[in-house]
């Protein structure tokens, strides 16, 4: 008999429980930091929108530097990766707590530093995120991505209520420095990791192409496109809730900084609840299904909170925004990493992240603006509309299902012996694969190839074409080049066991007796390259 499904499986798992117990810790003085920040924000300003900015400047990092950060998870060691990241955020956090204490804080100086902290999370996060299926295996990925949002959130139902216990006690300040004290336990806790080196023997990836090479994998992967555009959506929609909090606390409930931490409180036991239900709704509602609750229970609550003159009934409404909050993003993290092969899940993830963090950012800019000029509540019923559009754009981008799919690497591909000396730069490299198709085959042949050629392009193949002999209509040959030598071998190396399927359909079309035959060639130019124009004769300048 099999067991239920747990979300607190992957805590079984030693390296995992202990980064994760140490995240706690962390996320629970960032989000002390946070409450100060925006507290302290309504103290020196009395502009809406820069209140709402301290979210976008915290989140738009996120959306900047994912991506590069993404291509460094990928293709150096994550651990001192996610190090660094948080020796930055250490560093800026003390600072900031000095110039709190000294009275030197001024709205644009509270916004550069909470920018730093957040290009800090963008650094970290993609090795973070890439790191957690090195730590559990495959079948406990999914409930380790929603442990992480549900340990998040665990510190959310309690750190804003303490943080705004410590403002109010205290100020701003002590809340900076509870938050710099709190890097220590995951510095330590990564210190103590020792992850597996890297078995590759292939050379490191140049950073613009490892970003570029990311692009492209997104941009050829259907189901990833799906999460992006859906995520950003969401994101868009569900920034109102945490960028305008602080303006309902005062304006709507006339409290204050106690009932911002409460109502941020309400919004983390919401996540805890939804994250403690994830496992058991996977396993009875498709994942667009979930998405759309989650859609539909956020604008709810973004309609209840914008009506409501109660706590209580406010914190009811963040309890369900809270529990959607956690369905939505953990299950959109989740396919990205089961539709994603190890060598570029670094890259993937940062897209994501961009991407939904880009929402966040603009989402979080947009209902300051709107919140100013026509009133919280308007604001929030315009977020509740954009979600209520994410549902309507479903029908168009639904969710795939959770993927089965085995992206382990293929491993058949044997680097040939070559007859000519070259290097692992030479290039540019030019493949031809020649197939011998009846008529007979020819629909599937050609739908195959369909296939064939998103995936080489999505594993870095560069002018991909399908060839018919004129004379020998039987025969087709596929063609594609790379740059180099070892981009052919990388190109190569990325191939998935779930990739196998069409290349195995494919050599059974195959009429030959023996497997297709595939031409290696350099690409030459027959004319010197200083021959490369017609001459001309010489201008004489002096007539």
Not at 279 to 305: D, H, K, N, P, W
Not at 339 to 362: E, K, M, N
Request: a neutral charge; aromatic letters at 10%.
């Amino acid at each position: 008999m099999s067991s239920k499904p747990s979300t607190f499986t992957p805590l079984k798992h030693e390296t995992y429980r202990r980064i994760w117990l140490a995240s706690l810790a962390s996320n629970f003085g960032g989000l002390v930091q946070a409450v100060g920040a925006a507290w302290m924000m309504t103290t020196i300003t009395s502009s809406e929108d820069m209140v709402a900015l301290v979210q976008t400047s915290t989140a738009l990092p996120i959306m900047l530097f994912s991506v590069v950060s993404g291509a460094l998870a990928d293709n150096f060691d994550r651990r001192r990766v996610m190090l660094t990241a948080q020796f930055l955020m250490l560093i800026v956090s003390a600072i900031l707590t000095l110039c709190a204490l000294l009275g030197w804080i001024t709205p644009w100086l509270l916004l550069l530093f909470t920018f730093l902290i957040g290009c800090g999370t963008a650094l970290n996060n993609p090795s973070w995120q890439a790191s957690v299926g090195d730590m559990v295996p495959r079948e406990d990925l999914p409930d380790a991505v929603t442990l992480n949002s549900m340990g998040f959130n665990m510190t959310r139902s309690v750190g804003p209520a303490i943080g705004g216990i410590i403002v109010a006690a205290a100020g701003a300040a002590a809340a900076f420095t509870v938050n710099a004290v709190s890097y220590f336990a995951l510095i330590y806790a990564l210190m103590r990791w020792k992850p597996a080196p890297s078995t590759s023997t292939l050379p490191r990836e140049k950073l613009g192409s490892a970003i570029f090479a990311g692009l492209r994998y997104v941009s050829m992967s259907p189901n990833l496109e799906k999460v992006l555009i859906r995520g950003f959506i969401f994101g868009i929609g569900a920034s109102s809730v945490l960028a305008l909090l602080p303006i309902v606390a005062i304006s709507l409930v006339s409290g204050g900084p106690l009932t911002y931490g409460f109502m941020l409180g309400s919004f983390g036991i919401g996540a805890i609840a939804g994250g403690a239900l994830n496992a058991m709704l996977r396993e009875a509602l498709s994942s667009e299904t979930i998405i759309r609750y989650s859609f539909a229970g956020f604008a709810g609550s973004m309609v209840l909170t914008a009506l409501s003159p109660s706590m209580a009934l406010t914190c009811a409404g963040l309890f369900v925004s809270g529990a959607c909050w956690v369905l939505a993003l953990s299950l959109f993290n989740t396919i990205v990493q089961l539709s994603t092969p190890r060598w570029v899940v670094g890259r993937a993830l940062s897209l994501y992240q961009t991407v939904t963090f880009g929402g966040i950012a603009g989402g979080s800019w947009l209902w300051g603006v709107a919140a100013d000029r026509f009133g919280v509540s308007n604001a929030l019923y315009g977020s509740a509309v954009v979600m209520l559009v994410g549902i309507v754009v479903g029908l168009r981008f639904s969710m795939p299902a959770f993927a089965s799919l085995n992206l382990d690497p293929l491993n058949r591909f044997i680097e040939p012996a070559l007859g000519l000396d070259i290097t692992p730069r030479s290039g540019p490299i030019v493949i031809l694969v020649d197939y011998q198709i009846s008529d007979q085959h020819l629909p599937e042949f050609l739908t195959l190839m369909a296939e064939r050629r998103r995936i080489r392009i999505r594993d870095g193949a560069r002018n991909w074409a399908l060839l018919r002999d004129l004379e020998n209509p039987g025969i087709w040959t596929e063609t594609y080049h790379t740059p180099t030598w070892v981009e052919y071998i990388r190109h190569n190396q990325r191939r998935t066991q779930a990739d196998a399927e069409n290349t195995d359909r494919l050599r059974a079309l195959h009429g030959g007796n023996d497997p297709p035959y595939v031409h290696r060639m350099i690409e030459r130019q027959a004319i010197p390259p200083s021959d490369d124009v017609f001459h001309k004769a010489p201008i004489d300048l002096h007539h």
